[in-house]
């Protein structure tokens, strides 16, 4: 009988955490909820409700999800796979980068312009941009790492299906092709203009 009122009991637990019951699993054993935008703190331990009004800065220098979003930003541009064989523009904002529908069109950024792209196809097919020896400066896949993602006036922001940065001069300079990290033949020029 006792092995059945465990069996229940780590059930239920179980059951709870998965549908996320139990708080937010603090290590101290209480559940502490904080807005970041200002208002109201929650402390709530078990032991009583605890509120305390905050003046609504934030203090730290970590971005909420937010803010994170915020940053993609710019001349909307949306690209999509032509199975494994080619990239295609879907829809281009300024209707100056590239050809809609064409199979790896030549992409013209304009230098100083911040671009936000979504990329419908980027779980099978990561974006990249590189040298003509195939550097990478710019890359949606977690295994690359461009050399051109952590300069700040790039402003390089990857959120899976989107992307933005700013075409620099220093990043047209280098800037030759963009490709799938993936499938070789997805590959096309890149120009400045």
């Known amino acids: 009988m006792e092995r059945r009122h465990i069996l229940r009991t780590t059930g239920i637990a179980l059951a709870a955490g998965l549908a996320g019951c139990t708080g937010n699993g603090n290590d101290d054993g209480s559940d502490e909820t904080t807005e970041t935008d200002g208002g109201m703190t929650e402390t709530d331990d078990g032991m009583g409700d605890e509120m305390t009004e905050t003046d609504g800065e934030m203090d730290g220098e970590t971005p909420?999800?937010?803010?994170?979003?915020?940053?993609?930003?710019?001349?909307?541009?949306?690209?999509?796979?032509?199975?494994?064989?080619?990239?295609e523009v879907t829809q281009d904002e300024?209707?100056?980068?590239?050809?809609?529908?064409?199979?790896?069109?030549?992409?013209?950024?304009?230098?100083?312009?911040?671009?936000?792209?979504?990329?419908?196809?980027?779980?099978?097919?990561?974006?990249?941009?590189?040298?003509?020896?195939?550097?990478?400066?710019?890359?949606?896949?977690?295994?690359?790492?461009?050399?051109?993602?952590?300069?700040?006036?790039?402003?390089?922001?990857?959120?899976?299906?989107?992307?933005?940065?700013?075409?620099?001069e220093s990043l047209a300079a280098e800037a030759a092709t963009y490709r799938c990290t993936v499938h070789p033949s997805m590959e096309g020029d890149v120009e400045s203009a």
């Open 64 to 87: 909420t999800d937010g803010e994170m979003s915020a940053e993609i930003s710019g001349a909307q541009l949306t690209i999509d796979n032509v199975g494994v064989s080619a990239w």
């Open 94 to 168: 300024t209707g100056s980068v590239a050809e809609t529908g064409a199979e790896n069109p030549t992409m013209t950024f304009e230098v100083g312009q911040r671009y936000a792209v979504t990329n419908d196809g980027w779980s099978q097919h990561p974006f990249a941009v590189e040298t003509d020896d195939g550097t990478v400066l710019l890359s949606q896949s977690p295994d690359e790492e461009g050399d051109f993602e952590g300069d700040a006036d790039v402003g390089w922001v990857d959120e899976e299906t989107e992307f933005s940065f700013t075409f620099t």
